[in-house]
């Protein structure tokens, strides 16, 4: 099991100093995600400045074509000698639509066809078969040599999925390398949904679920007091709160006997009360999205608790961390080192 930091695509040279302290910490990679800023070019300076894994977490796939993801996945692999994941997936209907200007629905077939086309135009960088992809939403039929990226000596870059509903989690089982599990996760949500439905497509298509990666992003609220610890469960409760006003989130919290959880984070916030928002989400809600505890504890907390259903798991709060005090990534290696024995 590795440990990573989850880091918000920003300032290249930040993220430059933020990966080389990530690697002197002892850290295994960095999963960038995509916001204002593009989750690609913070990849290739993360790459430049460190030896460390680099996973898009994800990187927005519709608004892109699969040439040019494909491409710059391409480069970044050979960056990176193979130590780049291609994480991407649909983000939401309105952002597709209104901020991007691309077309969204049906979002899961859709996404499907995508990995699909990325292994086609991978295998013609290779000069293995023309490119000869003829889907629903892409037809790809042309690549002169000139126009290549070519043969490069890494592999093909791993395409990993952001899936949180059983029909996603299956088909990223059945055509992904990895699944990029949502922040908004338990243990109960992981056992129930996530591992045995990725399971189940994985088999389907013939694939052992073993060799799959399920990276699962964690709230940890690490201090060595208690009020330190208390206020990074405060902002965890907030950022719950935030995911857990989504409706497709909803029966997350039902599975672990919070029903109407986000009907109720939901009328708060039609009413403007955000600050309420958060209130629902109780200490006993917290629990079962937070690991809590010192640095000597936490990371034998995180290896008990994703131990044999997580390969990757992703702090989510130390970047913020690092953000405020560059310092505390020096913590985290003794978390690292709990991880892995």
């Excluded at 910490?25 to 800023?37: F, Y």
């Excluded at 591992?195 to 679920?209: C, F, N, Q, S």
Aim: glycine share 8%; with cysteine; hydrophobic share 45%.
């Amino acid at each position: 099991m590795k440990l990573d930091l989850m880091v918000t695509a920003g300032s290249l040279s930040t993220i430059q100093e933020l990966a080389r302290d990530a690697q002197s910490a002892g850290l295994d990679g960095l999963v960038i995600t995509e916001s204002g800023r593009t989750a690609y070019l913070s990849s290739a300076a993360a790459a430049l400045a460190a030896d460390l894994d680099i996973l898009t977490g994800i990187a927005v796939a519709f608004p892109r074509s699969p040439m040019v993801t494909a491409s710059i996945a391409w480069e970044l692999a050979d960056a990176t000698g193979g130590r780049f994941r291609l994480g991407i997936g649909t983000q939401v209907r309105a952002h597709i639509t209104r901020r991007y200007g691309a077309e969204f629905d049906p979002p899961g077939p859709r996404l499907r066809e995508y990995v699909l086309a990325l292994r086609a135009i991978f295998k013609a960088f290779r000069r293995e078969a023309p490119l000869e992809f003829d889907g629903r939403w892409w037809k790809l039929s042309l690549l002169p040599d000139q126009w290549s990226p070519g043969p490069i000596e890494a592999p093909d870059p791993p395409i990993d999925v952001a899936a949180v509903n059983p029909w996603m989690l299956e088909m990223a089982g059945a055509v992904a390398d990895g699944v990029h599990v949502h922040p908004l996760n338990t243990p109960t949500y992981l056992d129930t949904t996530v591992l045995p439905h990725v399971a189940a497509g994985a088999r389907a298509a013939g694939r052992d679920p073993s060799q799959l990666e399920l990276i699962v992003p964690c709230f940890t609220a690490a201090g060595d007091t208690d009020e330190e610890q208390a206020r990074w469960r405060e902002l965890a409760r907030f950022q719950i709160a935030f995911y857990g006003s989504t409706p497709n989130y909803a029966f997350i919290f039902d599975q672990i006997g919070f029903e109407g959880t986000t009907a109720k984070i939901r009328e708060r916030q039609k009413s403007g009360d955000f600050a309420g928002m958060a209130t629902v989400i109780t200490d006993d809600i917290l629990d079962h999205f937070v690991v809590t505890g010192t640095y000597d504890e936490i990371g034998p907390k995180l290896r008990d608790r994703y131990e044999g259903k997580a390969t990757r798991v992703v702090s989510y709060l130390a970047g913020l961390a690092w953000a405020e005090d560059r310092s505390s990534l020096g913590r985290w290696a003794q978390v690292a080192r709990a991880i892995r024995h």
